[in-house]
């Protein structure tokens, strides 16, 4: 019996595929892992002095100077009652400002009159040879 | 259908097998000669890489892949000139030239379902039953869209095959 199909199939066998260039493989390069073990070393490396350039800039501490006698001496006043002062505050607000400003000026180093920070720092120039 | 993944050895024997009628597959989704070639390539060497699990019967897959990679690449070339003389992706002995390309034409005018059943049975060798289980069709399916784009194919190139 004639099959219509069998006589499409037969003349398609005919017909070949072109043929298709050879699959190009990539080899991993044998240079590979030693190139890559030299910048992970050169890597670790520029990390490891970065944090130890860095570690020492932050150990440098800037010499401490030390404050005039007087500055001293208005620093180690004895200073109000914290219950005191908040009491103070809640009872009458005007008052505790003024007790506030007096203290202030007690402890914070004083630019103007006799006392003047910029006195104090002339006279101990003077004295110095 | 379980899947695996393929050694090196089993890549380059699917190439061997069925590369020349993959790439003429991708031909027929428009792109030359060489591009094909190179979407073809590119399959496999993904395949290659390792890490795809491939079905039992990987061809049906391959062509999906193919296919996929040739529409992506028609789009990254969509700027590029089509070439002035027809390209032939087939060879037959002892046949005109303009046999071959009335074949293409045929082959790239047909559904893209019924073009896959063809090159599958007729260049990749499997049987109507092996494309149902690769393609998860239906057997009756496969049938009627084998024999549909025979039909076809007998219409376009009516006079070469009564020759």
């Known amino acids: ?129 | 259908m379980q899947n695996d993944k393929l050694t090196a050895a089993q890549v380059k024997e699917l190439y061997e097998k069925h590369g020349s009628a993959l790439a003429a597959y991708a031909c027929c989704c428009g792109l030359d000669f060489a591009a094909a070639e190179d979407a073809v390539q590119q399959v496999f060497l993904k395949l290659l890489r390792g890490g795809t699990a491939v079905p039992r019967l990987p061809v049906a897959y391959l062509y999906r892949c193919v296919r996929n990679a040739s529409l992506n690449l028609r789009r990254s070339r969509m700027h590029q000139t089509d070439p002035v003389e027809p390209e032939k992706w087939f060879a037959r002995d002892g046949g005109a030239p303009e046999e071959i390309l009335a074949l293409q034409g045929a082959l790239s005018e047909l559904p893209e379902e019924q073009r896959e059943v063809v090159f599958l049975r007729m260049w990749s060798g499997l049987t109507l039953k092996e494309i149902a289980e690769a393609t998860k069709m239906p057997m009756n399916t496969t049938g009627s869209r084998y024999r549909y784009a025979l039909e076809k194919l007998r219409e376009r190139l009516k006079p070469k095959v009564a020759r």
Request: glycine share 4%.
């Open chain 1, 1 to 129: 019996m004639w099959n219509p199909d069998e006589d499409m199939e037969q003349y398609l066998r005919e017909f070949r595929p072109r043929g298709i260039r050879p699959l190009k493989i990539e080899e991993p390069s044998r240079h590979f892992w030693p190139k890559t073990l030299a910048a992970a070393a050169a890597i670790a490396l520029a990390a490891g002095l970065s944090i130890r350039l860095a570690r020492r800039e932050t150990a440098v501490v800037p010499p401490r100077v030390e404050p005039p006698a007087q500055v001293r001496a208005a620093l180690s006043e004895k200073r109000m009652n914290p219950f005191l002062l908040t009491q103070l505050a809640l009872e009458d607000n005007r008052k505790f400002g003024a007790v506030m400003s007096e203290e202030s000026r007690k402890v914070l180093p004083t630019l103007q009159g006799r006392g003047s920070m910029l006195r104090v720092f002339a006279a101990e120039q003077r004295q110095t040879p």
